[in-house]
Nanobody, 115 residues
Framework: QVQLVESGGGLVQPGGSLRLSCAASGSIFSLYKMGWYRQAPGKQRELVAT???????NYAEFVKGRFTISRDNAENTVYLQMNSLKPDDTAVYYC?????????WGQGTQVTVSS
């Protein structure tokens, strides 16, 4: 049974930083992509960033230059470094591990950006 456990969320002031982590337990096969999504109240879940098993990254326009996704394949862990946070970044952040044929999702971690 694969489980993803996220950590690192919390309350931060505008302009601050947070680092999210997502670690997988259990055996994962055919993993080809990891990623982060977020969902703000009253809005649909949206893509934040992804990273392939080969290290190729993709970012939503609204986080380019501020967020960095990285991974540790040996530890089955994906990270999201978030800098220059804005109030609009407030959301529940979810990690996802994409395998063939199953996607695994974390439970979500709250990020609140407020003064």
């Amino acid at each position: 049974q694969v489980q993803l456990v996220e950590s690192g969320g919390g309350l931060v002031q505008p302009g601050g930083s947070l680092r999210l982590s997502c670690a997988a337990s259990g055996s994962i096969f055919s993993l080809y992509k990891m990623g982060w999504y977020r969902q703000a109240p009253g809005k649909q879940r949206e893509l934040v960033a992804t990273i392939t098993s080969g290290g190729r990254t993709n970012y939503a326009e609204f986080v380019k230059g501020r967020f960095t996704i990285s991974r540790d394949n040996a530890e089955n862990t994906v990270y999201l470094q978030m800098n220059s946070l804005k109030p609009d970044d407030t959301a529940v952040y979810y990690c996802v591990f994409r395998t063939s044929p199953t996607d695994y999702w974390g439970q979500g971690t709250q990020v609140t950006v407020s003064s």
